[in-house]
């Protein structure tokens, strides 16, 4: 992961300018540039890396918590049904 020091914090009028530049840049160098709206960060833009991981090992320790894990689920629990 890079640190705050390799990033490059861009408006997004500056970003939507010069867009393309952008992309070949961090491509080429790695460092992710970092689009702010009114100075406030609001997207990163930084190069593709493929997770070579199974689907159960990316999701290894993803729960936090997880309460009453022998209970039954009732149908009203599930947001998708509704």
């Not at 992961?1 to 914090?9: K, T």
């Not at 939507?16 to 009114?38: I, W, Y």
């Amino acid at each position: 992961m890079s640190n705050a020091v390799d990033q490059e914090f861009v408006s997004k009028s500056h970003f939507k300018a010069r867009a393309l530049e952008f992309f070949r840049q961090v491509e080429a160098s790695g460092a992710p540039v970092v689009v702010t709206d009114k100075g406030l960060p609001t997207v990163e833009i930084r190069r593709y890396k493929a997770d070579q991981r199974s689907p159960l090992a990316r999701l290894k320790g993803s729960v936090v918590e997880y309460k009453k894990p022998l209970e039954p689920i009732a149908d009203e629990d599930w947001e998708m049904l509704t």
